[in-house]
Antibody
Framework: DVQLVQSGGGLVQPGGSLRLSCAAS????????MTWVRQAPGKGLEWVAN????????YYVDSQTGRFTISRDNAKNSVYLQMNSLRSEDTGVYFC??????????????????WGQGTMVIVSS | DIVMTQSPDTLAVSPGERATLSCRAS??????LAWYQQKPGQAPRLLIY???TRATGIPARFSGSGSGTEFTLTITSLESEDVATYYC??????????FGQGTRLEIK
């Protein structure tokens, strides 16, 4: 099956760190950029970061630059989000999603047709 | 950043009637516009991409239209299973990718 399975998350104190993982299967992971999107409780969707298919480029929403780091391991078909200096406003559900497609050698912008199941992050003392 | 604004925030429609959801962009970005459906406790589901192309497995009662800065998602003949929150997204000019704030669709 084509799927993304997330792990990590949980309860962490303000100022703490957490690492989220997203394991891909059923498609050629190394052909796709990957993205993290988050959703605060009762709020809308917010794009957080994405990473190039080979890991050579990363981009972040301005508010997260420096605290969050996206990375990937193509040998393990996995993408990660390392979150440091966590704040209460980082509380929410975090989703990974499949992004830009570079399967043909030319990369195409695409919508997010494949999402992980989401993982809850709670930042609280 | 491109700001996406959806209207209305909440929409109540009777079963079998038409639902029209709007999405306006702060600037033109082409037609890389997607619509997602999200039900409580679930990940978003892609409905429409390229402003008007239905994603795989999406019923024909869902359609998208628009260009420039004005886009519309139409659900003809609303069914109870369509109760959800709907988000538009521009995926052409980034970073950042931006989403609308969502429209909550209810059954009247």
């Amino acid at each position: 099956d084509v799927q993304l399975v997330q792990s990590g998350g949980g309860l962490v104190q303000p100022g703490g760190s957490l690492r989220l993982s997203c394991a891909a299967s059923g498609f050629t992971f190394s052909n796709f950029w990957m993205t993290w999107v988050r959703q605060a409780p009762g709020k809308g969707l917010e794009w957080v970061a994405n990473i190039k298919e080979d890991g050579s480029e990363t981009y972040y929403v301005d508010s997260q630059t420096g605290r969050f780091t996206i990375s990937r391991d193509n040998a393990k078909n996995s993408v990660y989000l390392q979150m440091n200096s966590l704040r209460s406003e980082d509380t929410g559900v975090y989703f990974c999603a499949r992004d830009i497609d570079c399967s043909s050698g030319t990369c195409y912008r695409r919508p997010y047709d494949l999402w992980g199941q989401g993982t809850m992050v709670i930042v609280s003392s | 950043d491109i700001v996406m604004t959806q209207s209305p925030d909440t929409l109540a429609v009777s079963p079998g009637e038409r639902a029209t959801l709007s999405c306006r962009a702060s600037q033109s970005f082409g037609n890389n516009l997607a619509w997602y459906q999200q039900k409580p406790g679930q990940a978003p589901r892609l409905l429409i991409y390229g402003a008007s192309t239905r994603a795989t497995g999406i019923p024909a009662r869902f359609s998208g239209s628009g260009s420039g800065t004005e886009f519309t998602l139409t659900i003809t003949s609303l069914e109870s299973e369509d109760v959800a929150t709907y988000y538009c997204q521009q995926y052409n000019m980034w970073p950042p990718i931006t989403f609308g704030q969502g429209t909550r669709l209810e059954i009247k």
